[in-house]
């Protein structure tokens, strides 16, 4: 057992936090003594680091209690999320440390104005604080929302480049998605009709066969006919949508992106995204134009 003085000197914390995660019943005290002192065992220090963890990558306390209350909750699988987490923000922060360096040595360099996707990244962090259910229902938990905005923070400038290219500038693709997540409950709706539930069936068996052999060459005639038939089924129903290097690009990075990859290869087999990628990637550098 240790002290609160024990615990502030071994994590750097102060009593006052401790006092007040016992307070909101996010951290409570193993035993107190007959002074009322409170006493941690090592089952509390553990449930302290991950705390500490979950704050390193933005966390709010709120939403730290409830992934730990959750009966389901894995104590080995939560470490490896954050540490995917913690590595793709130590990348992010990597790169940006690489771009200061050049800009050191007076190099030339893209400003950091055309690649910001602040304002989008703050809508996705607010749609997830207003609309927490809808977030758990479609992408699983609150944890799988997290790494899926801190994919976008890593891969900013990238995502900002199809942004542009796609919808002309940063701000026209913020504001059609920040569109989309004010209408998210609307549009989620809306893809339930019989209409949209037939696409999805075509889309599904479209997808079937191009998964049912991943042993075959993505080059074949007969992968690369699925993969046509697949963008044209997307465009003749996204009239916006022009079948161009970009928007394949766009797919590209979308099942590549973990939650994704891992919905894919549960519907389609472990391998299937990756399989998909290398044909979309192929389709992409010998049959679409760089710019329709």
């Not at 990597?94 to 200061?100: K, S």
Request: some cysteine; aromatic content about 10%; hydrophobic content about 35%.
């Amino acid at each position: 057992m240790q002290t609160i003085s024990q615990v502030v000197e071994l994590t750097g914390i102060s009593p006052r936090t401790l006092q007040y995660y016992d307070e909101i019943g996010l951290l409570k005290p193993s035993e107190l003594t007959e002074s009322g002192y409170r006493l941690y065992d090592d089952e509390a220090l553990q449930k302290l680091q991950q705390i500490l963890f979950f704050k390193e990558l933005g966390f709010k306390l709120k939403e730290i209690k409830e992934i730990l209350q959750k009966p389901d909750f894995d104590r080995i699988k939560a470490f490896k999320r954050q540490k995917e987490l913690l590595l793709l923000k130590r990348n992010r922060t990597d790169r940006l440390i690489q771009l200061l360096s050049r800009l050191e040595k007076g190099e030339q360099c893209m400003s950091f104005k055309e690649f910001d996707l602040s304002d989008y990244i703050t809508a996705l962090e607010d749609f997830k604080n207003n609309s927490a259910d809808d977030v758990i229902k479609h992408w699983g938990s609150i944890e799988n929302f997290d790494m899926f905005i801190q994919k976008i923070k890593d891969d900013e400038a990238e995502v900002a480049k199809l942004a542009i290219q796609q919808f002309g500038s940063i701000e026209k693709y913020t504001e059609a998605m920040k569109h989309n997540l004010e209408h998210f409950s609307e549009l989620m709706e809306a893809q339930l009709t019989e209409e949209v539930k037939e696409i999805g069936k075509q889309s599904d068996i479209l997808y079937g066969r191009l998964t049912a052999d991943l042993s075959e060459d993505v080059s074949s005639p007969k992968i690369q006919s699925v993969v046509d038939e697949l963008l044209q089924l997307i465009q003749k129903n996204s009239t916006s949508v022009s079948l161009d290097k970009p928007y394949i690009n766009v797919l590209i990075n979308t099942y590549s992106s973990d939650y994704i990859k891992s919905m894919t290869d549960s519907k389609y087999g472990e391998g299937a995204s990756d399989y998909i990628v290398k044909a979309f990637r192929y389709y992409s550098e010998n049959n679409a134009s760089e710019n329709n």
